[in-house]
């Protein structure tokens, strides 16, 4: 059975008491919710196994948690440790649990999605507990993966197990008699009621010379429509960007699903930069040849996506703001410093192509190449949002807890350095502003995250932007 990804079980260590989660008085539910112990006892109760199946179900992970204070509902995603009480095989398997301030519609939903038979789009082997079940000491809706009532093409993608994808990675091989062998569908990352990635990978073999080939693709299960439109922004890229020499590539979009709500993707060439930074070589190379892939793509890359104006950046800053007050009120006063410096004084820059949401693993290096992936968010706006989005990352160490923080920090002060050695000077003069309002934006994705330590690494994220807004306090 292909699983869940595993989450560290050292997850598990959820700050209580003054570190606990944040109180809501339109959610008092989440005292619950945020405790993994007393959720465990939930979803032992209320988690009911389909027919002639017997779990028992040994522990509950948080995993992320889309919460903001006086909303209309709270998204809270965890992994359960599963053991089959008949083989004695354990697996990991995710669940949602939905909470809504309004009384009533947890169960509402519940009832109306349960008339539409859950179960029907989700293969047999994935089909562990009920799709769907009702907490009502907490007014809590809860889906049980691969159910989700917004990825609607999500269950039926597993059920293929890949075969719709094996021609789409035929046609890439050239001529030749290839016959397709072995698949195989691994899942690799799933965001409830956002989206879900999947690595698709055949082996070939050429009956008339023996050759073999091993190819891969990259599957994203996207809400209706999503899929298309990001499908058709790659088409424009990669046309804009076909036989052009250029310091970076573009991954080639290679099919969209629209029976499913999927977008398939080429494998990038290469290396992700966050692998290269977690390694034991020296990443110097690689870091300024993704800098200078960056400063090709905003100075030279088409202009095509949605415009992203100085007011919506602003809205962002302030609902990260908002949701950190909540979080972390012991740094409320320099989260309202932070943002209030950070819209008084950031102005509309000349915008280019953007991507929107640049990270470590999103940049594919192999020798002097750097191909980008992962457009859902490319947009045109202010250029230099994208660096100071990685060098957040960076300097957080975002998903490189394993780094010391030197190699992170020297890694990030490299990739700027040579990103703005290739752009307009004056493009710098906006580096410590954005820079400031994306360690806020990294700092609300730790807490949802849920993160081991996250009030401490809020904390420190708030303070780097203090520091990198201190000569303007001076």
């Known amino acids: 059975m292909m699983e869940s990804p595993a989450v560290p079980r050292d997850s598990l260590a959820v700050e209580r008491g003054k570190a606990g989660f944040p109180v809501d008085p339109s959610f008092p539910q989440l005292e619950i919710a945020s405790d993994p112990a007393r959720m465990l006892e939930v979803c032992r109760a209320h988690l009911e196994p389909v027919a002639g199946k017997a779990y028992h179900i040994d522990a509950c992970v948080p995993v992320r948690f889309r919460c903001r204070q006086s909303t209309s509902r709270c998204v809270l995603q965890y992994s359960l440790r599963v053991i089959d009480r008949v083989t004695g095989g354990a697996f990991d398997r995710w669940v949602t649990g939905v909470v809504y301030s309004r009384s009533g519609e947890a169960e509402r939903l519940w009832r109306e999605l349960g008339a539409t038979d859950p179960k029907r789009s989700i293969p047999d082997q994935w089909l562990t507990f009920e799709p769907l079940a009702y907490v009502p000491e907490l007014e809590m809706l809860v889906q049980v993966f691969p159910y989700d009532r917004q990825l609607r093409g999500l269950g039926r993608v597993l059920a293929t197990d890949g075969r719709e994808l094996a021609p789409l990675l035929r046609a890439q091989v050239g001529a ?63 046309a804009g960007h076909a036989g052009a020499r250029s310091a970076y590539d573009v991954v080639r979009p290679l099919a969209y699903l629209e029976e499913l709500d999927t977008l398939v993707v080429d494998e990038a060439p290469g ?204």
């Open 176 to 238: 030749g008699d290839w016959r397709a062998g072995a698949g195989r569908l691994e899942l690799l990352r799933y965001r409830p009621e956002i989206g879900a990635a999947l690595r698709y990978t055949l082996e070939l073999r050429d009956t008339r010379s023996g050759r073999t080939q091993t190819r891969r693709c990259y599957v994203k299960v996207c809400r209706p429509g999503r899929g298309a439109a990001t499908f058709q922004l790659m088409e424009a890229l990669c």
């Open 271 to 474: 290396t992700a930069l966050l692998v290269l930074l977690r390694g034991r070589d020296d990443p110097m190379p690689a870091v300024r040849a993704a800098a200078r892939a960056l400063a090709a793509f905003h100075l030279n890359g088409r202009a095509i996506g949605p415009h992203e104006p100085l007011a919506e950046q602003i809205h962002d800053v302030e609902r990260a703001a908002s949701l950190l007050e909540w979080a972390c009120p012991e740094v409320s006063d320099d989260v309202r410093a932070v943002a209030a410096t950070v819209v008084a004084d950031l102005t509309e820059a000349p915008p280019t192509p953007i991507h929107g949401d640049l990270k470590a693993d999103h940049l594919f290096i192999a020798g002097d190449r750097v191909t980008v992936i992962d457009f859902d968010r490319v947009a045109v706006g202010d250029p230099v949002r994208d660096p100071a989005r990685l060098y957040a990352y960076l300097t957080g160490r975002v998903g490189l807890d394993a780094v010391p923080a030197e190699r992170a920090e020297a890694a990030a002060a490299a990739f700027v350095d040579a990103y703005f050695a290739h752009v307009p000077a004056e493009w710098r003069e906006r580096f410590d502003l954005q820079y400031a309002g994306a360690l806020l934006e990294v700092a609300t994705g730790l807490f949802r995250s849920q993160e081991p330590g996250w009030r401490r690494l809020v904390s420190a994220a708030v303070a780097s932007a203090c520091r990198a807004l201190s000569s303007r306090w001076a």
